[in-house]
């Protein structure tokens, strides 16, 4: 595989990305700089670690920013947890 852009995991990376930002989008405007801010970081950050990695010498050193990448997974999930306890401004 020559490019990163061929891998599906960083394909859906950018889908989930685009996901996002439409979803923030509509977040009062008092979250703009808060949860908004951290869920649009937490999602480029996914894709973001598996282009790296995927450019790094080594198999282990692409694991390791797999494992960066789960880690803004994890972020994420927690954030869309919180956003939506948080009213219905989020997922209408």
């Known amino acids: 595989m020559k490019s990163f852009k061929e891998l599906k995991v960083w394909q859906k990376g950018i889908e989930l990305v685009a996901m996002v930002y439409k979803i923030t989008a509509s977040f009062p405007e008092e979250e703009k700089y808060g949860l908004s801010a ?17 450019l790094r ?18 972020e994420l999930e ?15």
């Open 38 to 54: 951290q869920m649009r970081r937490a999602a480029v950050s996914i894709p973001s670690n598996i282009a790296e990695g995927h």
């Open 57 to 74: 010498k080594t198999a282990k050193d692409f694991k390791q920013f797999l494992s960066i990448a789960r880690g803004s997974c994890a």
């Open 78 to 92: 927690r954030q869309i947890i919180i956003a939506h306890k948080l009213g219905p401004w989020v997922f209408a």
